[in-house]
């Protein structure tokens, strides 16, 4: 991912002291305000990374000398009545139980409460699509914890997709984007995939479409001001609308999407009691018997995760599995599902998906990849047999006998009881919270 | 001439390669007019030499050859010329040959070097601006207009504009060498953050973090049956760029194992009275463009696309020579076959 060097700033773009960790009036310190860098640049100018940048601890001296700063900005700009643009930033403060790590956040873009919220506008803004008739928000649906219900998603102009559409409750802390694109590392990066791509069309946009975005973005009521404090500088022209900033503005939105609050969370907090056969399918979900937590074991209950640990940011799990879904034949899977391979063209990576995350699992069907398992009892039936079998039909085949498939699929001997205490745990793991909390909800209805 | 040719720049040319040094001994009107298309398009155009001498004085000062190299693209109209394309006619491309018209056309070209007569490789630094870096440039043959109005953009840009440190005679030079690539330390970054031609959304190819070295989109008559779900598109697409990439999640960096540069090495002893020219036949010289067989339509790089099975070939990939990039002289909008370059008609003297 490349992110601006001096040398590559666009040359509309002014610094701006918005992005520098400081307080706002009235509201400062305490909590954790943490800004954490992870920028690698590009280009020799910048080949030296980035040092990590922690910007407000609370009990710092630091801390104490912006609060000392800020209160006398405060006193300035109650006798002075001037900034049409407010230079400071209020950084966002995450909320997280402390089982969850510190998430990591790219320097070049931190995240501010400005930012997030022009970004929920964005995410939502059905303009941003060649016809007008869907945003971001139309495959990741707040009610369905932010994936959309069918098994492939459906682009703009009605082109269908070959995947399912992930959820993205806790994108913040995953470190390869998509089902199975080790390419793809930022969700700057990622999102230009749905608003740009041809193959298959998802919004749809092209070049000179943006540009009638720009004008209407430049003529609408709210996005002037909403882009000037994001972003700290003045928007009225057109070309001022920055496919960069749309970008950045997303991904911040984005990346406050948390999942923290299921049942689960509850219970490891105190404040809820799991019954027997949720304990039980806890149990059973962390044992070497049922295995599920090789690959669903980190705190967001998947594999990859990336996270500061106080000290560095750690990267762990960035693996691709396959779990024998099918096996055409040569351990093929279908056309524009075939996983890694697709990347890489090494057989062994045929069928090879990420192991995604099974927080609010239970409001997410249909499942794997490609939606073409409906249920979760028949997910957890394809572990159990290790494979999924596929009698007839065009994708006919033994998926236990994929010869990629991983060693960690072999047969489980569960019980129909223990398969159903693990359904049981699964299905603690929805977040009322994050298909409630309005401060992720569509704010044009 | 009709007037939606795509490149007006190019309507009058009669030469894409012109070593400036030496247009004075060719000075027909025809050249005359490119030199002032150039300028009015604000492309870097050095003044026009009176004659040799002159100009050869001027570099002894500067120990530097300022060298343009213009591309063409051509396909076969349907007067069975071999014609410079627009985004306004049909052409007979693909096997079997079936009606298409243009709907992208846009390159990268980067690693530029001019032969030498002893066998060295010159590097050619680019003079920035708008369609260059020093290390990079974009062609851009399309003019957003008609059927290009969809995929491609208003901007245009034929010519490569270049310096050569030293002094160097036009009987020194023998060829050019280029690849159809971004160079790798630029090609990842973010279109949205960087400076032109770097910053054209279109080119990038965000699925791969990284960007589309060639876009060629071309689109057939009749549709393009995808026969894996029998469903019609309407384009039929080349996207070239590196593939297997993978990313590093700390960092951003990314690597990939198919780099996928169309290594180009022309030469020719009058290389420089021709233009660089792109046959569209002979990159659809073995591609079906009525049909896809699989994956993206046409060829999208992926390794497993059997469509690229012939697109690769003949842009080289394959580890072969590429067969679409060539020398040519183009008169009036077509491919000169004549085996000598045209003589000019007469000089033009004070």
């Known amino acids: 991912m490349a992110y601006w060097t001096k040398a590559h700033r666009p040359k509309n773009h002014k610094k701006s002291t918005i992005n520098k960790p400081t307080g706002q009036c009235g509201r400062i310190l ?66 997280l139980p402390p089982t969850f790590p510190t998430p990591v956040v790219p320097a070049d873009n931190p995240l501010t409460i400005a930012k997030v919220e022009l970004g929920r506008y964005l995410f ?65 990066t990622q999102l230009l995939t749905p608003l740009f791509g041809e193959h298959p069309i998802e919004l749809g946009l092209t070049d000179q479409h943006f540009a009638k975005i720009q004008m209407d973005f430049a003529n609408d009521d709210k996005y002037p001001a909403l882009f000037a404090k994001a972003f700290g500088r003045h928007y009225q022209k057109p070309q001022d609308f920055t496919i960069q900033d749309i970008a950045q503005a997303i991904a911040s939105f984005e990346r406050t999407i948390v999942s923290t609050d299921s049942k689960y969370d509850q219970y490891l907090a105190g404040k809820a009691i799991l019954n027997e056969s949720e304990k039980r399918g806890m149990q059973l979900f962390f044992s070497e018997k049922a295995e599920c937590f090789h690959c669903h074991g980190s705190i ?81 039936q394809n572990y159990v047999q290790g494979g999924r079998i596929i009698a007839d039909g065009k994708y006919a085949g033994d998926g236990r006998k994929n010869p990629h498939k991983s060693d960690l699929i072999t047969q489980i001997n569960l019980s129909p009881q223990e398969q159903a205490d693990i359904i049981a745990f ?20 | 001439m009709r007037g ?23 000075h027909t009107q025809q050249q005359t007019k490119q030199l002032h298309v150039e300028q009015d398009s604000q492309t870097i155009s050095p003044q026009v030499p009176t004659h040799t001498a002159t100009y050869q004085k001027t570099i002894t ?37 079936s009606q298409a018209k243009i709907a992208d056309l846009r390159f990268y070209i980067s690693n530029v070097h001019i032969l030498t007569k002893d066998g060295k490789k010159v590097p050619l630094n680019l003079q920035e601006n708008d369609h260059q870096q020093s290390d990079v440039a974009l062609i851009d043959l399309e003019n957003g207009e008609e059927n290009c109005a969809e995929r491609g953009n208003g901007d245009t840009n034929a010519v490569l504009q270049g310096v050569l440190q030293g002094k ?56 393009v049956h995808n026969l894996s779900d029998d469903t019609y598109a309407p384009l039929y697409n080349v996207h070239i760029g590196r593939t297997a990439c993978t990313g590093e ?58 469509d690229c099975v012939g697109i690769f070939d003949t842009t080289g990939l394959t580890g072969n020579a590429q067969q679409i990039f060539s020398l040519a002289m183009v008169n009036d909008g077509v491919l000169d076959k004549s085996p000598s370059p045209k003589k000019p008609q007469k000089k033009h003297h004070k």
């Open chain 2, 168 to 223: 160097y005679r036009q009987s020194d030079l023998v060829g050019v060498a280029f690849e159809v690539a971004v160079p790798t330390a630029k090609n990842h970054s973010l279109f949205s953050a960087v400076d032109t031609p770097l910053n054209v959304q279109a080119m990038s190819w965000a699925w791969l973090s990284g960007r589309k070295f060639m876009k060629i989109e071309i689109a057939p008559k009749d549709k």
């Open chain 2, 249 to 306: 999640p700390a960092t951003g960096e990314i690597a990939c194992a198919n780099d996928n540069r169309i290594a180009v090495n022309l030469q020719d002893p009058n290389w420089y009275k021709k233009t660089i020219v792109l046959d569209l036949n002979a990159l659809f010289a073995q591609s079906d463009i009525r049909q896809n067989q699989t994956g993206a339509v046409g060829c999208m790089s992926a390794p497993n696309d059997t």
């Open chain 1, 426 to 445: 699964l299905n603690t793991l929805s977040d009322e919270m994050l298909i409630n909390n309005p401060n992720y909800a569509d704010p044009f209805q």
């Open chain 1, 300 to 380: 967001n209950f998947n594999e990859q995760l990336k996270y500061f640990d106080g000290k560095k940011v750690q990267i762990s799990g960035v693996h691709f599995h396959n779990t024998g879904l099918y096996n055409l034949g040569d351990g093929d899977y279908p056309q524009d599902g075939q996983g890694v391979f697709e990347f890489s063209q090494k057989p062994m990576d045929k069928g090879k998906f990420k192991a995604p995350s099974l927080r609010n699992v239970a409001l997410t069907a249909p499942y794997n990849h490609d939606g073409s398992v409906a249920t979760l009892e028949q997910v957890l």
């Open chain 2, 61 to 97: 000062k500067t120990h530097s050859t300022p060298i343009s190299l213009r591309f063409n693209a051509i396909a076969q109209n349907s007067d069975g010329k071999m014609s410079v394309v627009n985004c306004h006619d049909h052409y007979w491309l693909g096997n079997p040959k």
């Open chain 2, 4 to 26: 939606n040719h795509i490149f007006s720049a190019i309507k009058f040319s009669v030469a894409m390669v012109s070593l400036w040094a030496m247009t004075a001994q060719a």
């Open chain 1, 30 to 95: 305490g909590g954790r305000i943490v800004d954490l860098g992870i920028g690698q640049k590009m280009g020799k100018k910048t080949t030296k990374p980035k040092a990590y940048t922690l910007g407000l601890l609370p009990h710092s001296d630091e801390a104490l000398l912006v609060l000392v700063l800020v209160l006398s900005a405060c006193a300035l700009f109650s006798t002075i009545a001037i900034a049409k643009i407010n230079p400071i930033a209020q950084h966002w403060r995450w909320q």
């Open chain 1, 124 to 188: 939502y803004d059905k303009r941003l699509s060649i016809d007008g008739r869907s945003s971001c928000g139309s495959c990741h649906i707040q009610a369905l914890a932010f994936s959309d219900g069918r098994a492939n998603a459906i682009g703009t102009t009605g082109e269908s997709h070959s995947k399912n559409t992930p959820s993205l409750a806790n994108v913040v802390y995953v470190p390869t984007l998509n089902w199975a694109n080790p390419a793809v590392v930022s969700l700057e």
